[in-house]
């Protein structure tokens, strides 16, 4: 099944993509032919029962893991063709990422850890978007602090701000409020939905909580490592419903 919405230019496309880990008895396929667009500025989840395949659709969308069939695209730029340099380099250069465990480093700043991947790639911020990002995240007053004293919430926002600073094609969020209470995740999500709304981010977003999801312009369903379904203009009483369709697929294929 092949989503796609008409006229919108793509941020990452997945065509035909199979990954298969293991061997044998052991052998799962984790997706079986999968095509997908992301269109830019707009805010995608993907959901699916455990072992649908959405974490794996998400890694290989972002050059994290490999593919065995099929072609992924960010932008106009097919990195399945990549050499590893070619793709650290555009994993860095143009793809973002936020993580459920934060990976900031505990001996750097707030405004270290936001710039860090600059600083590695040699670029400077640009000051007036650096302001933008730095607002919208509501740290301007704990720049100098560093992540042991912050809160949970706090440290996702860091997190955020150090995948937008660089103006990324595309971010990738896999579980960014799994580690949240509710109260920090609703801020996290306002955000990065402020972030899609107001700026023209592009995001990718893998999560299990419907609520999470419903602050999405779209939702795209796994099961059994294929698409089987999508919402626009999620709620979270539609995206729970569709779940509970899916519970039947929750087990991964083994061939």
């Known amino acids: 099944m092949t989503t796609t919405t008409a006229g919108e230019p793509v941020a990452a496309r997945a065509s035909e993509v199979w990954k298969v880990y293991g061997t044998g008895e052991a052998r799962v396929v984790a997706l079986r032919g999968v095509s997908a667009q992301f269109e830019r500025g707009r805010f995608t989840a ?37 050499g590893d340099k070619a793709l650290t380099r555009l994993r860095r250069d143009r793809v973002g990422f936020i993580f459920q465990q934060f990976n900031l480093l505990p001996t750097l700043s707030a405004q270290e850890n936001i710039r860090l991947p600059l600083d590695i790639a040699g670029r400077k911020p640009d000051p007036q978007w650096w302001d933008v990002v730095i607002d919208t995240v509501g740290l301007r007053d704990r720049l100098s602090h560093r992540p042991s004293q912050l809160s949970g919430g706090q440290q ?5 701000a150090r995948a937008l600073v660089g103006r990324p094609d595309v971010i990738f969020a896999d579980e960014p409020t799994g580690n949240l209470d509710s109260r920090s995740g609703a801020e996290v999500l306002s955000f990065l939905r402020a972030s899609v709304r107001e700026h023209g981010q592009t995001i990718v977003m893998v999560t299990h909580d419907p609520v999470a999801a419903s602050y999405a312009d779209r939702v795209v369903f796994l099961a059994d490592g294929e698409i089987v379904d999508e919402l626009l203009e999620p709620t979270p009483e539609t995206v729970l419903d569709m779940m509970k369709r899916l519970d039947t697929h929750a087990e991964p294929v083994m061939l």
């Not at 649908?52 to 290989?60: D, P, W």
């Not at 972002?62 to 695209?73: E, F, I, K, S, W």
């Not at 996702?156 to 955020?160: D, G, S, Y």
């Open 46 to 82: 993907i959901m699916g029962p455990s072992g649908s395949g959405k974490s794996t659709l998400m890694h290989c969308l972002a050059g994290l893991d490999t593919v065995d069939r099929g072609q992924v695209h960010v932008g106009g730029t097919e990195i399945t063709k990549l």
């Open 156 to 160: 996702q926002r860091v997190a955020c």
